[in-house]
């Protein structure tokens, strides 16, 4: 299944998309990843998804990857006696242990660690940002306030806290088991929410040990301080626009992408950007033109992965949505300025032997004007390596390891197949122009680049750049 882009899409599955030939569809139109929100689905949910996506994975010939998607603490107030309360600007309020129905004046936390952690001054949100109050006093118990900017709460409702670093970790009792259910899936990437610090990510690893990628969601401030940090440790990242708005100023977010973006791509780390792409095809075949500029600005900026939330799990139009992504991000693809602000935003390589072979490899095709680049990769490494060049020419990567294939179904540029590891270079050399040619993105009479490392099969040793001659189907290499 050969693309016409080069950034991934990611849909997520929900009651509007479930169904197996609806995934088969939503592939078709332009998925690459599926991902499975936890915040609404159970394991029984999550195992029968996994099996669908399998079938439709077997169907179609192609790795397709899957995220699973932790819901992360879930702070929120109790409950007021008239089920909602009006809070007027500069009154003040308690949050406190108190589990007797709220009023007007006060309101039950059932969450002790936000007590203990929240100082005087200190912000607290609640209901996505539209109340806003100021802590002005802390003690055993209770939080007093004043109400910055007020208006109807309703019960339940969830607290955000800019300001305050919890101690207990991004991973709840229910993520632990969420997460244990899908590394029982085989399941290729975990997203884990609410990131403060790295610790929260080391948290996580431990667990997972290699055996998915960790992606960490950036949406909280004290993530965005410790940015280097929580890159260097995981294996992608999210752009969670939609939190991030809440605790944050809106309008420092689009600075914020770009940075995060760039930073990424410096440390070879996928990044994905959500939250809110297409929000009104939720409800409406077409998107905006605001949508449209959104998705282009991400596309320009050389994210890997742009993805989709409401729109393909509970939206009216699943997979016009995506059709719609393939088509916005295929036409930024194709624009004249496109390959000039991508390679206005390349890093210069690190002093390894496997990034300066990348680096060669994508000036030699460029230069030769080659067919294609083809990548051995066991690990996934050298395939993230060539990706991070963004080369003007399409990327294969190659890899014994059905697991890799499907985790770089996410990584910008790459298109995946299965294959055994060579026996040796002559044997290379075949495997890449008959993979390449049967896959379209050769013909008899090119020329490609490949990279590999040797001995083959050893995880993360590119070391070796060959060009090579594509000839017919029963000719030798």
């Not at 995934?23 to 669908?52: C, W």
């Not at 995220?67 to 007027?88: C, H, N, T, W, Y």
């Not at 948290?203 to 992606?215: C, L, P, S, Y």
Request: aromatic share 4%.
């Amino acid at each position: 299944m050969k693309r016409s882009r080069r950034v991934k899409i990611l849909a997520t599955l929900g009651p509007s998309s479930n169904e197996e030939k609806t995934i088969e569809a939503l592939f078709r139109a332009g998925a690459d990843v599926f991902r499975i929100n936890m915040s609404h689905a159970s394991h029984e949910l999550m195992a029968e998804t996994v099996a669908k996506i399998r079938r439709v994975e077997e169907k179609v010939d192609h790795p397709i990857g899957i995220l699973v998607d932790l819901q992360g603490p879930k702070l929120r107030i109790g409950k007021f006696a008239a089920d909602s309360v009006m809070l007027e600007e500069g009154r003040t309020f308690r949050l406190d242990d108190d589990q007797t129905p709220g009023d007007a004046t006060r309101v039950h936390l059932p969450h002790p660690e936000i007590i203990g952690a929240v100082e005087p001054g200190h912000r607290l949100l609640l209901d996505d940002g539209k109340i806003q109050l100021r802590a002005t006093a802390v003690d055993a118990g209770y939080i007093d306030t004043v109400v910055v900017y007020g208006g109807k709460l309703s019960s339940k409702k969830g607290v955000s806290l800019p300001e305050t670093i919890l101690p207990s970790g991004a991973l709840t009792p229910k993520d632990r088991a969420d997460l244990d259910a899908a590394l029982k899936q085989s399941i290729d990437w975990i997203a884990l929410s609410f990131v403060q610090r790295p610790e929260d990510v080391m948290e996580i690893r431990k667990v997972v040990q290699g055996r998915a990628g960790v992606m960490a969601k950036i949406e909280k401030p004290q993530a965005v301080e410790r940015l280097e940090e929580i890159i260097r440790l995981c294996d992608a990242l999210m752009i969670a626009r939609g939190d991030l708005g809440v605790e944050m100023p809106i309008e420092q977010v689009p600075g914020l992408q770009k940075r995060m973006i760039r930073i990424a791509r410096r440390k070879g780390k996928p990044v994905v950007v959500a939250t809110q792409m297409l929000e009104s095809m939720i409800t409406s075949p077409m998107p905006t033109r605001a949508e449209v500029s959104d998705v282009s600005i991400a596309v320009f900026e050389g994210a890997d992965a742009i993805m989709l939330s409401a729109e393909s799990a509970a939206g009216q139009y699943p997979v016009e949505a995506v059709r719609m992504m393939d088509k916005v991000a295929i036409a930024v693809e194709s624009d004249a300025l496109y390959s000039g602000i991508v390679r206005a935003q390349a890093v210069e390589p690190e002093a390894t032997t496997a990034d300066a072979i990348s680096a060669a490899t994508r000036q030699v095709a460029e230069t030769l004007n080659l067919a294609a680049i083809v990548t051995f990769t066991h690990s996934g490494s050298t395939g993230i390596r060539a990706s991070r060049e963004r080369p003007t020419k399409p990327i294969l990567a190659c890899s014994p390891v059905k697991e890799t294939a499907r985790r770089l179904s996410l990584v910008w540029g790459m298109h995946c197949v299965q294959t055994d590891d060579p026996i040796d270079t002559e044997d290379m050399v075949k495997r890449a122009c008959d993979t390449a040619r049967d896959h379209g993105f050769a013909r008899p009479g090119d020329s490609i680049a490949i990279s590999a490392g040797v001995p083959f099969g050893s995880p993360g040793t590119t070391n070796m750049l060959r060009i090579a001659y594509v000839n017919g189907p029963a000719d030798q290499y």
